[in-house]
């Protein structure tokens, strides 16, 4: 069974850019969430879809955005890069989502984003 | 709010000793906690989960945490450490759904 997939692995943008990042999570899994991972300030929650519906959302600026299509991949985008937006952007799917879950999640290797 | 705290930056162990890598948590009600490993240059990996019922959960690669209430600790231990076990290592505790608040990590380093 595949595990969950994400692209590009690594990509480097420039201030002002916008960059769309991909998860494919594992097959049947219907809950995808994505964290962002940096030295300072550790893993933090970004968002959580399920079943095409944002069902819980981090503490980020409106920039972070994300969607999930109906055969559950997942995307997230990011608006007007800055430098602080360099990270591991990591996706995590799991069976269930919301308040159905226990948190056991299968997270992909990670998207790293360097931003110039 | 929920919280972890991961006291240790580092824990250096050797080679064929008990290694305990220490989290304690601050929730409201129940607390749902987890640890997972990170490897370098890799996602996450769930190594094992309390949600209730005894307060020893055994989990991935021989590792086990105990859950103590009155200390609100979620301690994870192995009692006989390899050197694959050099990982960095997170506590995490559930705040509904798939939202997890993780610890800063402890960075294992395992010794021959």
């Known amino acids: 069974k595949a595990g969950v997939t994400q692209t590009p692995r690594y990509l480097i943008k420039t201030r002002g850019q916008q960059v769309t990042l991909s998860c494919s999570p594992i097959s049947g899994h219907r809950s995808v969430s994505w964290y962002q991972q940096t030295p300072g300030q550790g893993l933090q929650f970004l968002f959580e879809y399920f079943s095409e519906t944002q069902r819980n959302k981090g503490n980020f600026p409106g920039r972070f955005s994300g969607r999930q299509f109906s055969n559950s991949r997942s995307e997230m985008n990011v608006s007007t890069l800055e430098l602080g937006d360099s990270a591991l952007y990591l996706c995590a799917s799991s069976l269930r989502g919301g308040s159905t879950n226990t948190g056991e999640l299968f997270f992909g290797e990670g998207s790293r984003l360097t931003v110039l | 709010a929920q919280s972890v705290a991961q006291p240790e930056d580092q824990v250096n162990v050797a080679e064929g000793n008990p290694l305990t890598v220490k989290c304690t948590y601050s929730?409201?009600?129940?607390?749902?906690l987890f640890w997972y490993v990170q490897y370098p240059n890799r996602g996450l990996q769930f190594l094992l989960k309390y949600i209730t019922g005894d307060n020893l959960v055994k989990g991935s690669y021989g590792f086990e945490a105990e859950f103590n209430k009155s200390q609100t600790s979620f301690h994870l231990k192995k009692p006989s450490a390899l050197v694959s076990d050099s990982a960095l290592y997170f506590c995490a505790v559930a705040g509904g759904g798939n939202k997890l608040t993780f610890g800063t990590g402890t960075q294992l380093k395992v010794e021959l």
């Open positions: 929730v409201s009600g129940n607390p749902y």
